[in-house]
């Protein structure tokens, strides 16, 4: 499939040695940011060199770049806090997961003690949240701490996922906020029943201390981005429904106490931790993991947050980017030869309406999942296409307008399919009677 691909230049960023010598330029100006501080009050992040700097992309399609220092091993520390939410979305489902912990930004520090006016934690991107969310994981899925490492690994594509037990061991002596906030949410009967407050602290501090590479963790983010599915094995790894959510709660409370800004400057889900990393999804293009250990007065890093600021004013990757009014931005994305101002409904419409695209999804596909009656009329009474044709997720138009609850064009594909099989079988019985009369003929 990539060979396929890669000759008929269906990548999703076809010339992407233009668009990597564009973010090595990116990498280097950041490099240039010497501000910031290293982060010491857990000892063993506190070792590394303030001069390490590394940026590792891969997109959906596979293609993977990296720059600096992208080989050495890093704790997720915060960075794990909405791979084990989506853990527990995908598991338990999202009603019951928010049984427990909300979905607002808190307005205040992420190690705040701090309760919404239900007497549950603001999100879980917050310590409060995260360390119900390690209970939920601990006590209702059973889940050890190496099978969350295994699945992490599968969002890995099998790549690095290690483990540092110094900085656990530092996490357990110096995380006195840590054990107030478990002893409050305990008091405020935040934790399922039956939770062991210090066992979740514990599992909570084991989650902090998995190591990725910013390699590995850019195939993590591009699962994210892939819609569950990573790019590397081509195996689903999450739901639909986990990623929707988990990026949701990235974009509006993922980088501490600056997801406000960072959500208007650069409009993409993102989370920090406070060893330098920086996870950052652009949804159906590419994951990335930045990684520098200097940190801002808000503890995200310097570097990491300039890179992010500088990739989304070159290009149109912000959430409410609009081609027709952003001009000068440039979409990797689009083929040379394109329209800019088109969009992706005019170019399936523009091409025949049997063509897939890059995810083998066709234009019915398109807008099954967005509503489009007329469209669908339109493709289905006009053109006859195919109801029967699934992308590479194995989904069918109907599959996609019953998944973003399109009741009606639900209703109009599955009678669709059914004349459509009539029909077919009709046609079928016609070329085999045309090829018995032939041979009758012949005889």
């Not at 997720?76 to 853990?87: H, R």
């Not at 990684?291 to 890179?307: A, E, K, Q, Y």
Request: contains cysteine; charged residues 20%; aromatic residues 10%.
């Amino acid at each position: 499939m990539l060979l396929s691909k890669a000759f008929k230049k269906k990548f999703i960023i076809p010339d992407f040695e233009k668009f990597t010598h564009q973010i090595d330029n990116m990498y280097d100006r950041a490099l240039k940011h010497e501000t910031g501080q290293v982060a010491d009050y857990i000892p063993q992040l506190a070792k590394f060199s303030p001069d390490l700097w590394g940026v590792s992309l891969c997109t959906i399609d596979g293609q993977r770049h990296s720059v600096g220092d992208t080989k050495i091993p890093i704790c997720l520390q915060s960075c794990v806090k909405p791979l084990e939410y989506a853990i527990a979305v995908h598991e338990l489902g999202s009603e019951h997961v928010h049984r427990y912990v909300g979905k607002e930004p808190s307005g205040l520090k992420f190690n705040q003690l701090s309760l919404n006016d239900e007497d549950k934690p603001h999100n879980p991107m917050v310590n409060a949240g995260a360390i119900v969310i390690s209970s939920l994981i601990k006590l209702l899925l059973n889940v050890m701490l190496l099978q969350v490492m295994d699945f992490l690994k599968s969002m890995a594509g099998t790549e690095y996922v290690g483990f540092s037990n110094a900085t656990f061991q530092s996490e357990r002596e110096t995380g006195d906020r840590n054990y107030a906030i478990g002893y409050y949410l305990k008091e405020k009967k935040c934790f399922p029943d039956n939770a062991d407050m210090i066992a979740a602290l514990d599992f909570y501090f084991q989650l902090c201390s998995i190591e990725v590479t910013c390699e590995s963790g850019s195939v993590m983010a591009a699962t994210l981005a892939n819609g569950g599915i990573c790019p590397i094995t081509g195996d689903r790894v999450l739901s639909a429904e986990s990623i929707r959510n988990t990026l949701s709660l990235m974009h509006s409370c993922g980088m501490y106490d600056l997801s406000g800004q960072f959500a208007f400057h650069v409009g993409l889900p993102a989370k920090s931790g406070v060893s330098g990393a920086v996870l950052l999804v652009v949804p159906n293009v590419m994951g990335v993991m930045c990684w520098s250990p200097p940190l801002d007065r808000t503890g995200n890093s310097v570097r990491g947050i300039h890179f992010c600021q500088e990739l989304v004013s070159h290009f149109n990757f912000h959430h409410y980017d609009n081609l027709r009014h952003f001009a000068k931005k440039y979409d990797p994305r689009r083929q040379s030869n394109d329209d800019p101002v088109s969009n992706s409904h005019t170019k399936s419409f523009n091409h025949s309406t049997f063509e897939r695209d890059y995810d083998s999804r066709t234009p019915l596909h398109v807008a099954a999942a967005e509503g489009h009656m007329d469209a669908v009329l339109f493709l289905t009474e006009i053109c006859k296409v195919n109801p029967h044709m699934k992308d590479r997720w194995g989904n069918t138009p109907v599959d996609d307008a019953m998944q973003f609850g399109h009741d009606v064009v639900v209703s109009v594909l599955q009678k669709y399919e059914e004349k459509y099989c009539d029909s077919e079988a009709q046609s079928h019985a016609e070329e085999q009677k045309a090829m018995l009369d032939t041979l009758k003929s012949a005889a």
